[in-house]
């Protein structure tokens, strides 16, 4: 039942003048290749989504996301944080290659080195309007989108779909409204991780908000999840963070 309604989603925003175009573009010596997704209906400038992936890099999640986002009126870049081609074939792959951009300060000043390369590709795109840039991340990329609204990043809003929460380097000054949408059960995510996220928001005096969704672990959005109790789809609360996720970007970015 899932497979079907993806592509009859997929099948409706095809129709709809919806076209993704891959992008190349580098960190130092770096090829990344991301994809803008847009309507090709559309003239002048739009309000833009970045969208961070998860730990096997960009796949039809992300892509389905960006479609949605298209169908809200927004402009989508799916940024690249591995480099062209870097796509794990497995979780032991995800996990190692995840691994290169978490944990220490070095890694995660090299992940939102990355962040930043698409930021700046993202604002010379000609259909995209610079002042009006939110994120949004999944899992790993979750965790990303916090780091750019941790780093300062001259973004609206973040919001992260059950992504990581701890750093080695907490914010200090946080420019971006954040959400964070969050799985009440998650055990990768576990409450002290909430609890010291929360403090890190308050000492920052950010403009912060975390939903928790009863019964949803982690990778709560993702219908091919399916590692019981641990990662795993869980429908109502992709439906309500979904919701979520609208209002608050039509606030952060102005299009409400």
């Known amino acids: 039942m899932r497979i079907v309604s993806t592509l009859l989603l997929l099948a409706s925003l095809a129709s709809a003048g919806i076209v993704s175009k891959t992008v190349e573009y580098k960190d130092g010596d770096t090829v990344l290749a991301g994809e803008v997704v847009r309507d090709d209906t559309w003239t002048g400038k739009r309000p833009a989504v970045l969208v961070v992936h998860q730990w096997k890099g960009i796949t039809d999640h992300e892509r389905t996301f960006a479609k949605r986002l298209v169908g809200l009126g927004y402009v989508a870049f799916v940024c690249d944080i591995y480099g062209k081609g870097v796509r794990p074939k497995n979780a032991q792959e995800a996990r190692a290659t995840a691994g290169l951009y978490r944990g220490a300060k070095e890694k995660v000043e090299l992940f939102r080195r990355r962040l930043d390369a698409a930021l700046r590709t993202m604002r010379a795109h000609a259909s995209i309007d610079g002042a009006r840039i939110g994120a949004i991340g999944f899992c790993f990329g979750g965790g990303g989108v916090l780091e750019l609204a941790r780093a300062g990043a001259d973004v609206k809003g973040v919001v992260s779909f059950h992504g990581g929460l701890t750093t080695p380097l907490p914010a200090t000054a946080v420019k971006a409204k954040v959400l964070v949408c969050h799985g009440a059960d998650d055990p990768l995510v576990p409450d002290e991780h909430v609890v010291a996220f929360m403090q890190e928001m308050r000492k920052a005096k950010a403009d912060w908000r975390l939903i928790a969704y009863g019964g949803a672990v982690h990778s709560f959005t993702q219908p ?29 970015l102005g299009t409400s």
Do not use: C, I, T
């Not at 990662?231 to 606030?251: T, V």
């Open 224 to 252: 091919s999840a399916n590692r019981k109790g641990v990662a795993e789809y869980h429908e109502p609360s992709a439906k309500r963070s979904w919701q979520d996720m609208k209002r608050f970007l039509a606030d952060a």
